[in-house]
């Protein structure tokens, strides 16, 4: 390695000072006092009231004014005098419970440069957010601080970071960084292959590999990039590929095959970085990212003191509201056998930093990672196989939970991040990925859900199947069913199925009206002049409950199912909801309408109709039952066949059977 091999976290700021982007990286000036004449005794005093007793949980400014004019470069800081600034911030502080819980380390050591006159105070804090002052000095001039910081109360959580107080002139942070004590190494002396899966996303793509290869020290860490381009428009004539060719050289190759989902892709990477065997690890990342290149040289480093080989995750922030951190956690709900965040979502670190954010310093273990950003050692890979071959989704939680079946542990680790574009305005569970969704998520709990046949998977697909039929999307209802009778068709299939599956269930799309979207405002039909239902617009409904939700269910199926609609319902809706106001309990008062997307790029329309909604009824209840009372021989069969469809050899067959 170029780089020190101690050195296990630099602290960094944002190439560009990206003002959206900097609360991840400082928390600025919330909170100030006058540093000249102050006693350490004082000084003390003071910060513990300000960030224990008296601090806004939620303060209304996290970012300074002056913020963006302290940063000097990748590594520096410029503080004004008097100002004060904390480095407790998801990239720049120290997540200590996770070093001390998945390595071989029992402490770090921080190191501090800085030039004039201030101080240099270190925090640290526990599983519930209680904040303690660890140590201090005063600096003046060109100084090198630096603290012993043991791991020794970090069981359940906390983080390790320190705070700037400028003095009676300007304060600068030329360089910092967090440090394996003296004699302490890692395990490994591993390096990593990045695999890129990539659709038809070029300027996304060549710019995420330029951002990749400017970075000196995290290309100390990577071997090679890959990029597995499965688009029609292929990424080597998009315009930013010159440029990103030229920044990472001969370590940059291009594979181009047929688009067999993510799952695909990734394998490809995993085929191909198994058998160059010269890597110990690979780090699959989406194409439609941004990266803090930090991040990869972490996970690197974090895996090589794992004390044993361990999956290790990033974390996703969106990328056009880049202080939104999707999910810190994430696992599967076992007995409806669902993915779904254990900490909440959406969270705001410009509103609420790490100091401000009780949940925020306990430790979580997760049960898997989405493959945004996911480093691999190799070595698991060997052992357990490659993806399973479902195209498009679940197959990140799906790996992981193979790989813990195994003794190997899934680490999401705080400071090692993408910025994906998000999907916050997006609802893919109506339309052809439905199929995907459902299909997958069967075939995952088959393999992994340990609940009696199944749980309650088979009363959560009913569910989901009544509340689409209520919304009159018979398309999704259909995809749906299609995918469980795909299910019992067995595993031997799925690695065909990745080929021309999609182009089936587009074509399932033709015979409903629903799935098709309405762009332009002028081919909308006009609403129908009658009374039509009251809609809760703006209102936290959740619908019916207790008593009043089986009479009300009762009735919404009998009119669904036996009533007609009105006579001019497929000449023109009665109203058009927006996304926000289409709850199945809501659209299911209608007999005809228009549905906006979640995008907001265009509508549906959805019309009633009896007989379809009686023949998907039954067929519902008949293959939801099916699937409990079938569960333990399909299972029994999904998990014999798992070695074999994701093998090297049953993937090779696949992948490169269907390269150009």
Known sequence: MTTDPLVLQRVIFPEHGDPQALPLYLDAETWSWSYSGDSDDNLLAKARGLFIEGHDRRPSRVTSRNGLSWLSGRRGLRLPASETVSLAAYFNAFPASYWNAWTVLTGTRLRVQTEGPGRVVVFRSNARGVI????????????????????????????????????????????????????????????ATVSITTLNRGAYCTKLIAEIGDDDDAMAYIDRV????????RIVENAGFPLAAERLGDRLRVIEQANVGGSGGFSRGMLETSEADASDYIILLDDDVEIEPESLRRAVLFANHCTKPTIVGGHMFDMYDKSKLHAFAEGIHWQPFMWGPFTPARHDLAESNLRQTNWLHRRFDVDYNGWWMSLIPVSIIKEIGLSLPVFIKWDDAEYALRARAHGHSTVSLPGAAVWHVSWVDKDDSHDWQAFFHARNRLVAALLHSPAARGGKLWRSNLAIDVKNLFTMDYYTVAMRHAAIRNVFEGPDQLHADMLDRLPRVRALGSQFRESKLLRDPTDMPKFAARDIPEVATGRADPGPRGLAFVSWLLKTVWRHAFRRPVADASVRPSAHLPYQDARWFEVSRYDSVLVSNAEGSGATWHVRNPRTFRKQLVDAVRLNLRTRKEWDALSKQYREALPEITSAASWDRSLRGSSD
């Open 132 to 191: 303690q002052r660890v140590d201090g000095v005063e600096v003046t001039g060109a100084t090198t601080s630096e603290f012993v910081l043991p791991f020794n109360s970090f069981l359940d959580g906390g983080w390790l970071w320190f705070d700037l107080i400028a003095g009676d002139e300007p304060l600068e942070l030329v360089q910092a960084d967090w440090l394996a004590l003296d004699g302490e190494s890692a395990v490994v002396d591993g390096s």
């Open 226 to 233: 890959l990029v597995v381009d499965q688009g029609s428009e």
